[in-house]
């Protein structure tokens, strides 16, 4: 082997050492630190929205909190949201994600997933119920609104060549649609249909089978997944599934039951 070959292979192992011993001190950062910044939602109600106090409650905070808590140290809630929620885990603005956030393989470029996942949702669309829409087909060459930086506004291009138009959060979506700027709004089923319910959308529905299943993981920084802190954030969310904590957790903001859950649910029990 060259000189010149031996340097740079040594290089590179002291820089690979460098990021892995940066990774490392995460968790012991945050206990040093005391506290625990999660990036959460605020607009994706139940499971992250505001409180009339403006305080951030929901499913996702509850685990947030949770998380601290194993962690015996003090929660810092980060509001996040799907244009940005990557970008202030990147820049150290956050310790991590619960922000439901998809384990994409795009996603997967630039941070880490831990698995397994917390939860499952798949896609949908709130839509006028004078639309009469009977099938994904039908929404071919028509403009829909959905959320910038979620991931329902390429899926429904790409797959049923819809044009998506990205609207900051999900309250902006919903007021297009009210205003008629879109034939629906694209997300999570979960959440439209439990929107569907509430009174001021007495005149719309969530029409079509739920497709593309996708699956929440929390995010943390590229490389920390098989660190102690990623790894501990893992064995959390085995016991989560294990305990029935998301079970109840699901129960308690009143969201439809959860297959996956209860397939996770008897995977991990004891």
Same mark, same amino acid.
């Given at each position: 082997?060259?000189? /010149? ?5 040594? $290089? ?16 012991? =950062?945050?206990? +040093? ?6 990036? #959460? ?5 139940? @499971? ?21 808590? /194993? ?30 956030? *998809?384990? &994409? ?10 698995? %397994? ?13 004078? =639309?009469?829409?009977?099938? @994904? ?6 403009? #829909?609104? !959905? ?20 609207? %900051? ?9 009210? =205003? !008629?700027?879109?034939? !629906? ?15 001021? @959308?007495?005149?719309?529905?969530? %029409? ?6 996708? *699956? ?15 790894? +501990?954030? $893992?064995?959390?969310?085995?016991? @989560?599934?294990? &305990? !029935? ?22 995977? *991990?029990?004891?």
């Amino acid at each position: 082997m060259s000189r /010149r070959a031996l340097t740079l292979g040594l $290089s590179a192992i002291a820089v690979g050492a460098l990021t892995l011993s940066a990774h490392a001190e995460t968790l012991d =950062a945050v206990k +040093k630190k005391g506290v625990l910044s999660v990036g #959460v939602k605020a607009d994706s109600r139940p @499971w992250g929205y505001l409180d009339p106090q403006g305080q951030p409650i929901g499913m996702e905070i509850d685990l947030a909190k949770n998380v601290a808590d /194993r962690l015996g140290v003090k929660f810092e809630a980060v509001i996040v949201q799907s244009s940005n929620r990557i970008q202030f885990l990147e820049q150290g603005r956050v310790d991590m994600l619960i922000a439901t956030m *998809y384990d &994409t393989p795009e996603r997967r470029r630039v941070i880490d997933m831990v698995q %397994p996942h917390y939860y499952s949702a798949a896609t949908n669309i709130l839509a006028p119920k004078s =639309a009469n829409l009977k099938s @994904w087909e039908e929404l071919r060459g028509k403009k #829909v609104c !959905g959320q910038q930086g979620s991931v329902y506004n390429k899926w429904i291009e790409r797959t049923y060549g819809a044009s998506a138009m990205s609207l %900051p959060t999900i309250e902006e979506g919903y007021a297009a649609l009210r =205003a !008629g700027n879109c034939v !629906g709004f694209v997300y999570n089923d979960l959440l439209l249909e439990m929107a569907a319910e509430q009174p001021i @959308w007495a005149g719309y529905t969530v %029409p079509l089978k739920s497709e593309d299943r996708q *699956y929440h993981s929390i995010g943390v920084r590229k490389g920390e997944a098989e660190t102690p802190f990623g790894k +501990k954030l $893992s064995e959390i969310v085995i016991d @989560w599934h294990r &305990t !029935g904590y998301l079970k109840e957790l699901n129960k308690k903001w009143g969201i439809p039951a959860n297959e996956y859950l209860e397939e996770a649910a008897k995977k *991990y029990a004891r």
